[in-house]
Structure formats: C-alpha cells, structure tokens
C-alpha cells in the first residue's frame, strides 16, 4: 500500500536553530498538507499546499514557517528559527483529490524537540 | 469559536463487545466528517468518513452516525478487538473552507480489556 514517508522521525534542537522537516507524499496526490500534535493535544492543520503554492495556512504558520516542494517527489516544512512551543509532533499529509474527495494519508510523523 | 470535541477522553471495553465513541461539533456548516484512528507513535489512520447528507455509513466493523440536528457524529466498532485499542479523532471539514483543512476533536482514548 502507498505511504507517505517522513525524516527524521526524531530532531532534537536548540531553540533559535533552524529545521526542516521532509515529506515524501504519495506519488499521484496533488495536495499536500502538515499538521502537528502537541504531546497529549489535538492535531491541528497548519498548512496546505497545491500546484506549488499555499492554499491555505492557520493561525500557527507565522512567518517562522515555510513550505517547498525542491523536486517532483519532496514535500518540505521549515521554521526559521525554533522555539521551546514548537516541540511537538509533525505530521505530512497528502490526498489525490480536495475537499474530502478523497482520503487524506498521513505519514508516521517528525517529533521536534526543542530545548 | 468553532469546535469539534469529544465527550469521553477513555473508553474501557471488553474484547467481543461493541464499542461507541461520540463526538460533538459546533459548526453547523460542517459537510464533511471523518474519524481516525492513531496508534502509539503513528500518524492518524483513516477509518471511515460520512457527508452531511447523509446520516449512517457502514465500513467494515465500523458505523459511523451523523445527527445533525444536536450536531453528533458517533463511531461504533463492532465486536472490539485488542488491535482496536487506540485514540479515536473525529475531525470536520467546513463547508465554508477549502482543502482538506481538518479540525480534529480532542480524541478518546479507546482501552480494549481481554
């Protein structure tokens, strides 16, 4: 079965150090997307992406936070310069088709730690 | 602010039983619910999903009931097994929105008992 794949599965950081976090998506989805788990919260969205652009972004995506899509297959989350609040997990996620057309596959998840 | 929640944060079941696990939301332009399942150390794990025009879908082991009069959405599993054990997320797409922008409910924590 596809997957969508994600490194490292853990990063460990000083706070004010950049970080990027990778995606493989699965190979025929169009739309991207990263979610994050604070330890013992709800996933909250973050971003969504499509035809090499930010289709939408909450709240938490301040300017710290950026997406790429380098080549045809990568899917990259990067913030800027870390604070102890972004310790939490980073989910990539990623579905054929928009607005609940299809099943949204999530990867296994990054877990940030920043001290 | 908008919201999706879930009433119990634990569920306790005997294997064999039938479990119910419910879910709240406060927008009513909601058109697009799903529930996941998230296993220790993994991401969320599509179980089964139902739109608002519907109020009843039927996966394999598991219903999903929408009532969108008291705005409920409840996932039952059928005769719960030890691999069932996991945080269950409702989570809602709005129909205002775009994407596939979900906002997940806090999560109950399903415990199957042998």
């Known amino acids: 079965e596809p997957e969508v794949t994600q490194t490292p599965s853990h990063q460990v950081t000083q706070m004010g150090q950049e970080v990027i976090l990778r995606c493989v998506p699965i190979s025929n989805h169009l739309y991207f997307y990263w979610y994050r788990q604070i330890l013992g919260q709800k996933v909250e969205f973050l971003v969504s992406?499509?035809?090499?652009?930010?289709?939408?972004k909450s709240e938490i995506f301040d300017d710290q936070f950026s997406v790429e899509r380098p080549d045809g297959s990568n899917f990259t989350l990067k913030i800027r310069s870390t604070k102890l609040e972004d310790s939490a997990m980073y989910f990539c996620a990623s579905s054929e088709r928009d607005r609940g057309g299809g099943e949204l596959f999530f990867g296994e998840g990054s877990r940030l730690t920043v001290l | 602010g908008e919201s999706v929640g879930l009433h119990l944060p634990t569920l306790s079941v005997q294997e064999g039983d039938n479990s119910i696990i419910n879910c709240a939301y406060s927008n009513s332009a909601s058109d697009y619910f799903i529930w996941y399942k998230q296993e220790s150390g993994k991401g969320p794990q599509f179980i089964i999903d139902?739109?608002?025009?519907?109020d009843k879908r039927q996966g394999q082991r598991v219903t999903v009931l929408l009532n969108k009069t008291v705005k409920h959405l409840s996932l039952q599993i059928a005769a719960t097994q030890p691999g069932d054990s996991a945080v269950y997320f409702c989570a809602e797409i709005g129909a205002e929105g775009g994407g596939n922008k979900l906002t997940f409910g806090t999560g109950t924590q399903l415990k199957v008992e042998l």
């Open positions: 139902i739109r608002s025009n519907m």
């Open positions: 992406f499509y035809n090499n652009e930010i289709s939408e």
